[in-house]
Nanobody, 120 residues
Framework: QVQLVESGGGLVQAGGSLRLSCAAS????????MGWYRQAPGKQRELVAG???????NYADFVKGRFTISRDNARNTVYLLMNSLKPEDTAVYYC??????????????WGRGTQVTVSS
């Protein structure tokens, strides 16, 4: 069974840092695009950052200069280093990835999410 499992969320004070991890496991042929989304209470889920297999990245404007996305292709893992956290960063953070389960089949998967809470 293919799945994405996030870890690293928690409670942190404003100005602090956290690092999220997301590992893809199961019968995976290859891991392509990986990204992080977040959803705050009462709001829609939004893209935070994404990274291609080759390492090209994209960021939402509200995290540029504060968050860094990276990945370890050998471990099928993506990371999100979050610095200078603000209370408005409080949300459930979800991992998302395009995973190929064989040479011709690629599907999009979501993790279950990890809570990030930033206190003022």
């Amino acid at each position: 069974q293919v799945q994405l499992v996030e870890s690293g969320g928690g409670l942190v004070q404003a100005g602090g840092s956290l690092r999220l991890s997301c590992a893809a496991s199961g019968s995976i042929f290859s891991v392509n695009y990986m990204g992080w989304y977040r959803q705050a209470p009462g709001k829609q889920r939004e893209l935070v950052a994404g990274i291609t297999r080759g390492g090209s990245t994209n960021y939402a404007d509200f995290v540029k200069g504060r968050f860094t996305i990276s990945r370890d292709n050998a471990r099928n893992t993506v990371y999100l280093l979050m610095n200078s956290l603000k209370p408005e960063d409080t949300a459930v953070y979800y991992c998302n990835a395009d995973l190929s389960i064989n040479y011709s089949t690629t599907r999009n998967y979501w993790g279950r999410g990890t809570q990030v809470t930033v206190s003022s």
